[in-house]
């Protein structure tokens, strides 16, 4: 796991002949096409904020031939609809939300398979059987990616990695990232990043959240309207409870600027940006079909990360066969209404992927999407003592550098401290 002196080390401005090629690179706050337009455009996005739970009596582990060893997971997810309200942090008081499942709304299958720490996974090359080991941090691949949504055929194929991570508590958890290869029906054309967060078990498979965000420039699944009302069931993991979070910048005027390593190349950027209370929700009930909301709500704090990435890496061009790498190392901090802070903690985030885009309506405009994961700790305040887990999916514009970032933080939660019932 990186922390922050790793992360400055490796992105931290180095003195001397780091200042002197600096003003060389490109202003990656320059405004390529108007700032509000470019964060009009990277909003463009369906968002399905999904709760996965394995089908009942599909097999799970995948045992290898010559040891019976597991080496991997056949995971087949019930895809349900999952609404999170965070209420306004308050002095005295710890962040809490409100948690409900409901109806199912589609399937995922695939192969999660583990590998090696240094497998370069790519799709269609499978890594050397590798025994899956619960008492250690992993690394798996995605394969043979069949998500469905819906009853009309909508749905795509994907792709992706992702780490298991071993809990306080005992439990085995997992994160990932999967990239939309190729869409059907309503997804057909579509680009779009899905970021796993929540448990692995031998027995069951996959447990938690899959947030899921589609560009949809012709709001062919987004809606203004409202969606049917949803049909909620038991709550399925108690003891836990998910935070969603959304990032953007205040305004033009918020700059984002590189980290320069000790060779005086770029690996990086220091990002800070407010953070702002969110709700998704998604149907797949009713005349309209399969469709998508979200309702932006106050800000309610700031972030600041350290992202270490090489934007310039020929050798990684974040195609879907070649993505660019990334770690972060995010600092989230919350203010009551009285703009005090109150509670904070970290997220050390892991393994990440990059892809490029394209903005429709921005010829030219360079775009990325991010997805990543890691643990979450050092909470102070109301937060003091936090435990969990955070998945990220955001999309960002180059040149004007505007964001706009999910985050999906799941909190081992045994006293219901961060729960709001009901």
């Known amino acids: 796991m990186q922390d922050e002196q790793t992360l ?4 931290g401005q180095a003195a001397g002949g780091a200042s002197a090629r600096a003003p060389a690179l490109p202003d990656i706050n320059t405004e390529t096409y108007p700032f509000e337009m470019v964060q009009h455009l990277l909003d463009q996005a ?4 999904l ?4 089908e009942r009596g599909s097999p799970c582990a995948i045992r290898s031939g010559s040891s019976g060893a597991c080496v991997g997971f056949q995971i087949s997810e019930a895809l349900h609809r999952f609404n999170m309200r965070l209420r306004p942090p308050a002095r005295g008081e710890p962040l809490r939300a409100t948690n409900a499942v409901a109806e199912q709304m589609g399937c995922f299958n695939s192969r999660w398979l583990m590998c090696p720490d240094d497998f370069v996974a790519m799709p269609g090359c499978e890594p050397p059987a590798t025994p899956f080991n619960p008492a250690r941090q992993q690394r798996f691949v995605m394969f043979d990616g069949e998500c469905s949504l819906g009853d009309h055929g909508d749905g795509f194929s994907g792709f992706g990695t992702g780490t298991t ?3 306080t508590n005992g439990a085995l958890l997992a994160a990932a990232v ?5 869409g059907r029906g309503r997804f057909r054309g579509l680009e779009g990043t899905y970021a796993y967060c929540g448990s692995l078990s031998e027995d069951m498979g996959f447990r938690g959240s899959l947030m899921l965000r589609v560009m949809d420039p012709q709001g062919v699944l987004r809606t203004e309207g409202t969606l049917p009302a949803a049909e909620t069931i038991e709550w399925p993991e108690p003891g836990i409870t998910y935070f969603i979070l959304r990032g953007q910048k205040k305004d033009r005027r918020a700059k984002t600027n590189y ?5 005086g190349q770029v690996n990086g950027l220091k990002v800070t940006q407010q953070l702002r209370l969110i709700e998704v929700d998604a149907a797949a009930r009713g005349r309209n079909g399969l469709r998508t909301i979200k309702r932006l709500g106050p800000v309610i704090g700031k972030m600041g990360a350290k992202i270490v990435f090489n934007l310039f890496n020929p050798g990684a061009p974040g195609t879907a066969l070649a993505p660019i790498p990334f770690q972060s190392f995010n600092e989230y901090t919350f203010y009551d209404r009285d703009d005090e802070p109150v ?4 997220a050390d985030g892991g393994e990440g992927r990059t892809f490029t885009m394209q903005l429709a309506g921005a010829p030219g405009q360079r775009a990325l999407r991010f997805g990543g994961y890691g643990p979450v700790f050092n909470g102070t305040g109301t937060c003091s003592g936090i435990d969990g887990l955070m998945s990220d999916n955001s999309v960002v514009g180059i040149a004007p550098h505007a964001i706009v970032t999910f985050y999906v933080i799941r909190i081992n939660d045994p006293d219901g401290r961060y729960r709001i019932s009901g």
Do not use: L
Request: proline content about 7%; charged content about 5%; glycine content about 10%.
């Open 165 to 167: 991570f071993t809990a």
């Open 178 to 182: 999967g990239n939309v290869m190729e």
């Open 51 to 54: 709760y996965s739970m394995p």
């Open 8 to 11: 400055q080390q490796q992105g």
């Open 259 to 263: 980290n320069i390593g000790p060779d």
């Open 46 to 49: 369906a968002y399905f904020n």
């Open 343 to 346: 509670s904070s903690f970290v």
